[in-house]
């Protein structure tokens, strides 16, 4: 049996060394080197580098469209750097792909990073940005942790590496259940930690693989007070956790990647979802041991929705409006999603907008200050009010190039008779457009269809029903009329004064004042006689201008329109 007095001495700096080359004889590099060929960034006073460090695991979620755009505004609005990293550290959740459509996906809504992965590559000088490729970087930092006596080797059963390799980014953030025995667990560890020179060499020899743990030097029970920049100050507990830095395949944790690349890389802020809390005694530790600066860090609130009941529950990536890929089907233009975003991150931004609406949501002074620190809630309703608005201070031209683009990916048909005469096509568009109050008919570029359909003969149905309590017969013989005075060439006034005529000729009033001040003595009023030449041209009792959309029609489609809704009735 080995004396206590012959175990490791982790304080003993020759037998550190000792260690230290025989776990990694390989690395010649000192973290003094490393550190050379990443430069420091020459950047202004206050420049923010941040950057968003995603799982190729999946889709973009909403949620993670939140710290993209605060990391994004916070790095461009002060002059600084945004990059994207990719953190495919995980190779059993990764997803082929995902990478490269989560990038196009980031772009498609306007999220622009001056260095990182891209479509095609990388670019930037703090790469590689694929933590998969800066494994020996990593072992730089490892070697010398365990060369300071702050980390060690953990040589265990084949089925002990199998769940320490399957702890992954996800699994590392969840906190202890209730079941948690801190003793038997501080047992664990320190046997752990006892080992010699000796039993690594023979565990070497022999071919065993091992995980490389942190020695922390923590206690739970000590707590410092730490800012975090949307929290606060909070109380963090000091770490008491050997966690593993690097897997049995020598690949890092998240833990420890995150803390070299964000030193190499200048990262000054650290913006990511406040379920990361748990994990923040262990970074602070980790950045302390390798003796370098931490970042400054921003714990966002969670997405909320409410359920069937009324009640907040967590947008999962189940829930519909998570997936960031379904807003282009769903044909919202990316302005729009971008626009609600900010309404979600900033109290005051709707304020501002009102204010300021022909400007850009980059235009906004972004402030983390009026973030909330209780979660946000995700709301369609919103984000539909949102995307009108949007919408309606787009140009003719604009909602062509929108619609037109969603339409061949997602209705070809469509597409088809949107393109078959784009000028008449703008035109359509055109209705309503500029002015103090312009028209907000569609939300999204699906919408538009509902919208504008009539506008094309394929398209065209009668959806509403008469209006209730209507004579059939007096509208016949007012459609019948309309039709053989009608001429494409009158101008607004002149066509209106003839539906007027038309509706004194058969009993409904010209004059909305006199309709309301005695409607016992007519029929009904010029809005009835508008409403009935509505339906049969457009199929529909609500639409845009009727006089825009018969000149848009012209002559022989509205004439043959109103007659055979006549003769139906």
Same mark, same amino acid.
């Given at each position: ?48 580098? =941040? ?51 989560? !990038? ?109 743990? !942190? ?84 714990? !966002?609130?969670? !997405? ?67 973030? &909330? =620190? ?33 339409? &061949? ?128 041209? =457009?199929?529909?009792?609500? &639409? ?26």
């Amino acid at each position: 049996m080995t004396d206590v007095k012959d175990f490791f001495d982790f304080d003993d700096a020759e037998k550190c060394q000792a260690l230290a080359e025989l776990l990694f004889p390989e690395v010649t590099e000192t973290p003094e080197q490393c550190l050379e060929r990443f430069p420091k960034r020459e950047l202004k006073e206050g420049a923010k580098v =941040t950057r968003f460090a995603p799982s190729p695991t999946g889709f973009l979620h909403f949620g993670g469209l939140f710290p993209t755009t605060v990391g994004e505004r916070l790095a461009h609005q002060s002059g600084g750097v945004f990059i994207l990293r990719i953190e495919d550290t995980d190779a059993k959740r990764e997803v082929e792909g995902a990478a490269e459509k989560l !990038i196009v996906t980031l772009d498609h809504y306007g999220i622009k990073f001056d260095e990182g992965a891209t479509a095609d590559g990388e670019k930037g000088i703090y790469g590689p940005y694929y933590q998969s490729k800066r494994g020996p970087i990593y072992h730089v930092f490892a070697k010398q942790l365990v060369r300071e006596g702050k980390a060690y080797p953990c040589f265990t059963s084949d089925e002990e590496l199998m769940k320490m390799n399957a702890v992954d980014k996800k699994a590392e953030i969840k906190e202890k259940d209730w079941h948690f025995d801190a003793e038997a667990a501080r047992e664990q560890m320190l046997d752990q930690r006892r080992f010699t020179l000796d039993d690594v060499k023979s565990s070497l020899e022999k071919g065993e693989k091992f995980v490389l743990r !942190i020695k922390s030097n923590g206690s739970a029970e000590n707590k410092r007070k730490f800012t975090d920049l949307i929290k606060g100050t909070i109380d963090v507990p000091e770490n008491d956790e050997d966690f593993v830095l690097l897997k049995s395949d020598g690949i890092p944790t998240y833990h420890f990647a995150h803390a070299v690349d964000d030193r190499l890389m200048g990262t000054t802020h650290v913006i990511r979802g406040e379920e990361w809390l748990p994990s923040l005694p262990k970074h602070l530790q980790l950045f302390a041991y390798l003796g370098f600066k931490a970042p400054k860090y921003m714990h !966002i609130a969670q !997405i909320m929705r409410l359920d069937e009941n009324g009640a907040k529950k967590k947008l999962s990536k189940r829930d519909m409006g998570a997936n960031m890929e379904d807003y282009r089907r769903m044909g919202y233009a990316p302005d729009c999603v971008m626009e609600y975003v900010m309404t979600l991150l900033n109290s005051n931004y709707e304020e501002w907008h009102m204010q300021n609406p022909d400007k850009k949501y980059t235009d906004f002074p972004f402030d983390i200050k009026k973030m &909330s =620190t209780s979660g946000c809630l995700f709301d369609f309703a919103k984000l539909n009010d949102v995307s009108k608005n949007v919408l309606s201070r787009y140009s003719a031209d604009r909602i062509y190039e929108g619609v037109t683009e969603w339409a &061949s990916d997602y209705d070809p048909d469509f597409c088809r008779l949107l393109t078959r005469d784009p000028e008449y096509t703008k035109r359509v568009f055109a209705i309503g457009r500029g002015g103090k109050k312009p028209r907000k008919d569609f939300g999204t570029w699906g919408e538009t269809k509902g919208y504008m359909g009539f506008f094309f003969d394929e398209l065209f149905s009668v959806t509403d029903s008469f209006p209730e309590g209507k004579s059939a017969e007096d509208a016949k013989k007012m459609l019948f009329d309309f039709a053989e005075q009608f001429d494409i060439a009158d101008d607004q006034n002149v066509w209106f004064d003839k539906i007027k005529a038309i509706a004194d000729k058969y009993g409904y009033a010209s004059d909305m004042k006199a309709y309301k001040a005695s409607p016992e003595a007519f029929k009904g009023s010029v809005a009835d006689v508008s409403s009935f030449m509505r339906l049969a041209v =457009t199929g529909r009792l609500n &639409s845009p201008d009727m006089y825009e959309v018969m000149q848009i029609l012209g002559y022989e489609r509205v004439v043959n329109r109103i007659n055979n809704f006549a003769k139906a009735l």
